[in-house]
């Protein structure tokens, strides 16, 4: 019986035969350029502490997602950051053209928008009358995705058996965090100003649960559906820029490149090869963590995917500061509070922000945070400053170091990813996440 990895390959290679056939007839550019802006789950909050309560629990929720959710030459575009710790691009999809703005999510594979006036979202931090829709019936150019089609690869209730006469459209549920999305698929074209890409395969989402975000999912993880495989690039990549959580416009850039070979200056590291239960997330091979000059006592099983899909680190663009399993965490805190002993910590700050540990820096006119510096497969080194990976409230003089963990339950060994590197560590570093050599190549530099 094939591997779940071997029938994906096949699948990915038989989806790019058809993605050929369904390419636009222009002259391909080498690359597109799009803004990237960044965004958090709601307005946050004037209260620091309030805010810190927010950040945590989208974090857990993100984090929760990624370790127990199933994955159910250039183009450039603006990228904008959002406050809720994610980033988004515009995109533009029918004909005529309806630009929304999509987060762009390498935790993810699937490129969906709400797509009716009648969406409803349950529990969700927002009225369903503030969310942007894609308008379905102002296309000439929108398919829906039949449940016989061969890209259909989910189930249909009311087309079981050999019956031929089935016209449902394909339906398909995907969960993020503690929420969820349903709807159906579409095939559309998206358009940029120099190329457009025809039967594209998006989703029209109908229904949510407990969703933070009214914009559209850019899914960008190792799958067939997602936004970089469908259009053929064979890089795509980004340079974020630091922001505190404020919805601002001053926008970085996400480029999809359709050219191979080395970028100058950038230092490679390859993707692993994923657990079965894990397929779309971007693995990385850690060989050790310091912090400042000291060597972490990691065991080595936290930095490498088991067989049973237990452990290792993937980087991911749509968690803010990230996650360590509960044995790394305690390793890493404990030194940062040997090595921060100076500062007095704020065990209020910890109770109420869920968040360890905090710390009181008033009257510190200057803070020593030591880097967080990972040391991969191949020889790449990345550093991550103090101020990169511990969150600050200047109002209040206060700062915690916000990676989530679960280090309170009793499993010593939890499924999925032991290592989440968020993108607030990649913060001024150019990143480039290259399909067709399956490595990530990365450098500093200011964004």
């Known amino acids: ?40 789950t709601s307005k946050p909050s004037t209260d620091p502490m309030v805010f810190l309560q927010e950040l945590a629990s989208a974090s857990m929720a993100r984090s929760h997602h990624l370790k127990y959710g199933k994955p159910s030459p250039l183009v450039k575009t603006p990228l904008y950051p959002r406050d809720y710790g994610g980033h988004t691009i515009p995109l533009s999809f029918g004909t005529p053209p309806q630009k929304l703005s999509y987060l762009v999510d390498t935790g993810s594979h699937v490129v969906w928008a709400p797509c009716t006036t009648q969406y409803k979202c349950i529990n969700c931090s927002f009225s369903a009358k503030e969310v942007p829709f894609f308008k379905p019936q102002l296309s000439t150019s929108l398919k829906t995705l039949g449940c016989k089609n061969p890209r259909c690869t989910t189930e249909c209730p009311s087309c079981k058996g050999s019956s031929k006469n089935c016209s449902q459209a394909c339906p398909y549920t995907i969960q993020y965090g503690t929420g969820a999305e349903g709807g159906y698929y579409l095939l559309e074209d998206l358009h940029f100003p120099e190329k457009t890409i025809h039967n594209f395969l998006m989703g029209c989402t109908t229904i949510g649960l407990r969703e933070t975000s009214t914009d559209a999912m850019g899914g960008f993880g190792r799958s067939m559906f997602s936004l970089p495989v469908q259009m053929g690039v064979k890089k795509f990549a980004y340079c974020l820029k630091s922001h505190y959580f404020d919805n601002t416009r001053n926008s970085s850039r996400l480029i999809f490149d ?41 065991p080595s099983k936290y930095l490498a995917p088991t ?19 509960g044995p790394v965490f305690k390793i890493v805190t404990n030194e940062l509070i040997k090595q921060m002993a100076k500062y007095r910590r704020s065990r209020e700050a910890e109770t109420e922000s869920g968040f360890t540990p905090c710390y009181n820096f008033t009257g510190h006119k ?54 989440i590197l968020g993108n607030y560590m990649q ?10 050599n399956e490595r990530l190549g990365f450098r500093q530099q200011t964004c």
């Open 427 to 436: 913060v001024n570093h150019y990143i480039e996440f290259d399909l067709k």
């Open 366 to 419: 200057t803070l020593k945070i030591p880097d967080l510096i990972y040391h991969f497969a191949g020889g790449a080194t990345m550093v991550v400053p103090g101020n990169r990976y511990f969150l600050f409230i200047p109002e209040i003089g206060f700062g915690c170091f916000p990676v989530t963990t679960d280090a309170a339950k009793t499993l010593e060994f939890t499924p999925g990813p032991s290592i």
């Open 258 to 298: 359709y050219r191979d070979g080395n970028t100058k200056g950038l230092s490679y590291t390859p993707f692993l090869k994923n657990p079965p239960e894990w397929p779309i997330y971007y693995y990385l091979g850690v060989k050790d963590l310091m912090l400042g000059n000291k060597i972490l006592p990691i």
């Open 307 to 325: 067989s049973d899909g237990s452990g290792g680190l993937m980087i991911d663009s749509g968690f803010a500061y990230g996650y360590m399993a």
């Open 1 to 40: 019986m094939a591997s779940a990895t071997s029938l994906l390959l096949s699948v990915f290679t038989l989806f790019s035969l058809i993605f050929l056939a369904s390419s636009s007839e222009e002259n391909t550019p080498l690359t597109i350029t799009l803004p990237l802006t960044s965004k958090f």
